[in-house]
């Protein structure tokens, strides 16, 4: 169920940066907060280990060459907390949130192979408790940032570059991967992994980075940064997807635009100050829309967020 978080000024100060680049570090944060680099060194694996706020690479499907993602809308029957907590421990699903409104779980999953994610998606409707699943597959991310979230101005968002996967060699594919798992994993950590010198690894990483291939991103707990939530938005386009995801974009709140096959469209993730804040919203993505379906779902708290346990061969 949700958490009460114990932070401070230093804590959220922290937060920030870390959203603005998730692989600051210790020494660069130290003076901000003007503290040692130990003891912001303490405070930032506080935040990892309690979640308070995630750390991990993002990658687009259509580039990586290398795994399947889809998004699953689940329907309960009977109690909630229990089928949710059980869907956390399915194979390849990386996220999990209780959701208020027509789904009650909303589940990410990231899979190797279609037949893995269609043994991924049959196991979520074999549940008990499941009552109905609806999925999308992941065509491309539009937007993945949460450098956003608190300012209702308008952010530059660099727009997400797709790279054949022949472009992308096996050593930057186990990099990607181990990024996707621990953002601010260390080059120290990361040569080992895939047999290089600290040096290449640190150029290889710069590189993916640099060239928008990954995108470090920090995922904080909405109290962390002051906002009452997050929410998924789910679309049935009519008429151009394509210009219906570039209004998507240019709303500040949206974190993540989403283009998807099957049930819908167009799906975007968005921050909220307050409910009033949330309905204004979603009458503008409605009139950003036009006649398209346009269905809310709240997330009332994350029961699971870890990105590293996909993709498994």
Known sequence: MARNLTIDDIDRALIAELIVDGRASYAKLAPVVGLSQASVRTRVQRLLAEQIITI??????????????????VQVSGLTEPVARALAEVPDVVFVAVCAGR?????????????????????????EGVGRVTS????????????????REP???????????????????QLLIKLMADGRASYAQLAPAVGLSHAAV?????????????????HPEPTAMGIAGFAGVAIKARGSVAHMVQQLIALPETTLVLR????????????????DHLGNLL???RATCGPSTVECVPYLYIVREDFGSGLRR
């Open 283 to 285: 009458d503008n993505v």
């Open 103 to 127: 789904y009650e779980v909303l589940v990410e999953v990231r899979c190797h192979t279609t037949e893995s994610l269609i043994n991924a998606l049959d196991a979520l409707r074999l549940t």
């Open 202 to 218: 640190r150029e290889r990483v710069i590189d993916l980075v640099d060239t928008n291939v990954i995108s470090i991103q920090a």
């Open 56 to 73: 991990a690479g993002r990658v687009d499907p259509a580039t990586f060459g290398l795994g399947i993602f889809a998004i699953a809308f």
């Open 260 to 275: 998807t096959l099957g049930t819908y469209d167009v799906l975007a993730e968005v921050w909220f100050d307050d409910n």
């Open 136 to 151: 999308s597959t992941v065509l491309h991310y539009d937007k993945q940032n949460w450098t956003g979230v608190g300012h």
């Open 155 to 173: 952010m530059p968002n660099p727009a997400p570059k797709i790279y054949p996967s022949h472009v992308i060699d096996d050593i930057d594919r």
